[in-house]
């Protein structure tokens, strides 16, 4: 089972954000300016956000996700939403008691996406220091 959701993950995290920047384009070619685009993306993934049974508790952070995700996809683009939403399912689908028998695989799951996280922010600095100029000041 953990093997299968490791090799399913990619196709996770590819399928919404292609939608996404799809809708990303559409709104761009139908409302010619990228503002506007942007906002109606946020507004798209925040009212897919919506719909659990308390409103009130539900709609900031459904509002907050939207605004992010969607300010994150129309700047940085695809790669930024694929891992989004690769981490974003990952950690939604992951059981949390430490007590339960499947705590084991639930852990190998997080060191396994906290490794590759942390080798992918490795490959992005290359030889720049990590914090770059700021500690120099």
């Known amino acids: 089972r953990l093997l299968a ?18 809708l990303l384009l559409l709104f761009r ?3 010619r300016r990228p503002a506007l685009a942007m906002i109606a993306v946020m507004a798209v993934i925040t009212l897919l956000n919506l719909g659990g049974e308390n409103v009130f508790l539900e709609t900031p952070g459904a509002v907050v996700v939207g605004v992010l995700a969607g ?3 129309a700047r940085f683009g695809f790669l930024t939403a694929v891992s989004m939403f690769l981490v974003f399912f990952a950690l939604g689908t992951l059981p949390l008691p430490p007590a339960s ?3 084991i695989p639930t852990l190998i799951f997080l060191a396994v996406l906290v490794s590759v996280a942390a080798y992918a922010f490795r490959v992005s600095i290359g030889r720049r220091p990590l914090f770059g100029d700021m500690l120099e000041n």
């Open 5 to 22: 959701d490791l090799i399913g993950l990619p196709t996770t995290g590819l399928i919404p954000a292609m939608t996404l920047l799809v």
């Open 29 to 31: 070619i139908v409302l």
């Open 71 to 73: 300010y994150a996809i």
């Open 101 to 103: 028998f499947y705590a």
